[in-house]
C-alpha cells in the first residue's frame, strides 16, 4: 500500500500556489443564481487581477462585489493542491488604475502566450499602446481569506 499524505499548506504554500498559477476558477453570485468561470489571472500578494469583456460575470461581480477564488495544480489523483480564496470585486476605472492592473496582467501572462491562436478573445485588444482605448473590463479582487489543501502520494 502506497504513503499517503494528506493535509493543509502553509501560508508560504498557498502564496507560491496563488504566483505560480496564471489560470483559476472565479465563482460569484448574485440574483439568485451562481457563475462559476475560469479565468486568466496575475497575483501580486494582495490582488487577483484580471480582465474581460462585459458578460454575465462582471454583471453578477458589479451586483455582488464578494466572490471565491479556486486554482488548483494537479499532478494526478494522488498528488495534487488546490488553494481556495475569498474577496471582494473592485473594477478598475481610472486611465492609472487600468494601466496598472493590466501592466500586471500582462507581465504575468505574456510569457505563456505563444502564437496568435492562444490570445483568448478579451486578451485580443492588449497591444494597443493607450489603456484608455482598450475595450473590455479590468478589475482585480482584494483577497481577505485564503485556505489551501494537498494531496501527496
Not at 502564496?15 to 472565479?26: A, T
Not at 460569484?28 to 484580471?50: L, M, N, R, S
Not at 494597443?128 to 502520494?153: M, Q
Amino acid at each position: 500500500m502506497e504513503n499517503t499524505m494528506l493535509g493543509d499548506l502553509t501560508t508560504g504554500q498557498i502564496e507560491h500556489l496563488l504566483q505560480s498559477e496564471i489560470v483559476g476558477r472565479l465563482g460569484c453570485h448574485a440574483d439568485d443564481q451562481t457563475y462559476i468561470v475560469p479565468i486568466t489571472y496575475a497575483y501580486d500578494g494582495e490582488f487577483i487581477y484580471g480582465h474581460t469583456r462585459e458578460g454575465r460575470k462582471i454583471d453578477m461581480m458589479r451586483k455582488n462585489p464578494k466572490v471565491c477564488f479556486l486554482i488548483d495544480a494537479i499532478t494526478d489523483m494522488g498528488n495534487w493542491r488546490s488553494v481556495i480564496a475569498w474577496g471582494t470585486f473592485e473594477e478598475l476605472k481610472s486611465i492609472t488604475d487600468r494601466e496598472t492592473g493590466m501592466r500586471i496582467l500582462m507581465d504575468r501572462t505574456l510569457p505563456f502566450l505563444t502564437g496568435e491562436t492562444t490570445l483568448a478573445h478579451a486578451m485580443r485588444d492588449t497591444h494597443i499602446k493607450d489603456v484608455a482605448g482598450l475595450k473590455g473590463t479590468v478589475y482585480r479582487i482584494r483577497l481577505t481569506k485564503k485556505t489551501g489543501r494537498f494531496e501527496k502520494r
